[in-house]
């Protein structure tokens, strides 16, 4: 469980905006890249990010 | 393979042997640490390449909440297992790349990180994540191996402990360490050095290196033991090879930007 202290500090890894949380993903805001949460625990990491399209 | 490729495959290989090296859970060494950066009880503290997290699980005894974050997954297994048998609620452990650190700016009171930067491809990268997170007033600190400030002697230190293991990049000198910060406007305010002695076999066997790597690690070890290339000081105790590893931890405060007249030149 991502709570709302922890979301308020984590950021894109690469474009360091703030993050979105989904179902089971965390959203960039600005750079729009998509990381999975697996087993709670969120996958920040570049190469892990997808990006979605619009 | 990429070097954070070849640190993951290492630190997969060793994770059990590698969480129980005496020297990286010695209590004397981890209070010392956690004593010189002193935070604050209600400190927020983030630790990169936390490793099996021991640092980081020292620390949250004496703070409000701790964040670990490591490149590797197998590691951070064994962190969260001990968290868990020690029943501390307040550290959390994720993945994460030093060089891209997933928080943003000035997040945390306290970022330190130990026995990491010998990992690192560019160190000052992961330095410059750290100082970036901590914010204006609150604490940086490494502690790292100490390479010699001779630049060769250094180079022979890092030809052996990269045969050891191959994910060793290379120990930065005191000096260099001390650059890194003053580049970030980060202030020393603590500084002490210490050694760690190494039973060669012994530390060659945690790191799973194999015959033939160990075997050209004991030769560089044996001619340096002679011939005094390096300044790690190996020595022989009951038919058996040892030698020192020297060890260096800087702890800064972050200043806020210098304002503009203070710059360098001054000038009335």
Not at chain 2, 194 to 204: D, F, G, K
């Amino acid at each position: 469980m991502i709570s709302k202290e922890l979301l308020d500090i984590l950021a894109c890894p690469v474009c360091k905006a703030p993050l979105s949380l989904g179902t089971d993903t965390l959203k960039c805001s600005a750079c729009r890249r998509v990381y999975p949460i697996r087993d709670g625990i969120p996958i920040l990491l570049e190469e892990e990010g997808r990006i979605e399209n619009q | 393979m990429s070097h954070k490729d070849r640190v993951r495959e290492e630190f997969t290989r060793q994770a059990e042997a590698f969480a129980a090296v005496a020297a990286l859970h010695n209590r004397e060494r981890l209070d010392r640490l956690v004593n010189a950066i002193n935070p604050a009880p209600d400190a927020r503290a983030l630790e990169i390449a936390t490793g099996p997290g021991h640092v980081a699980m020292a620390m949250a005894e004496r703070c409000r909440e701790v964040i670990g974050v490591d490149l590797t997954d197998a590691i951070l297994a064994l962190a969260e297992r001990t968290r868990r048998e020690r029943g501390l609620a307040n550290v959390r452990f994720q993945r994460a790349d030093a060089d891209q650190l997933p928080f943003a700016d000035a997040e945390f009171d306290i970022v330190f990180c130990r026995f990491a930067f010998h990992h690192f491809e560019d160190p000052t990268v992961a330095f410059r994540e750290m100082a970036r997170v901590c914010r204006v007033g609150g604490r940086v600190a490494v502690e790292d191996l100490a390479a010699s400030e001779i630049p060769e002697r250094a180079a022979f230190q890092d030809q052996f402990e990269r045969l050891r293991d191959p994910s060793h990049t290379r120990a930065l000198s005191i000096g260099e360490l001390a650059r890194m910060f003053g580049a970030r406007a980060l202030e020393i305010e603590t500084a002490y050095s210490s050694e760690v002695v190494q039973p060669v076999e012994y530390w060659m066997s945690y790191s799973h290196t194999p015959p033939d790597r160990a075997a050209q690690v004991r030769t560089l070890l044996a001619r340096d033991e002679k011939e005094d290339l390096s300044g790690v000081r190996p020595f022989r105790r009951d038919g058996q090879l040892f030698f020192i590893q020297k060890t260096v931890a800087l702890i800064a405060r972050k200043l806020p930007p210098l304002p503009p007249q203070s710059r360098a030149g001054g000038g009335v």
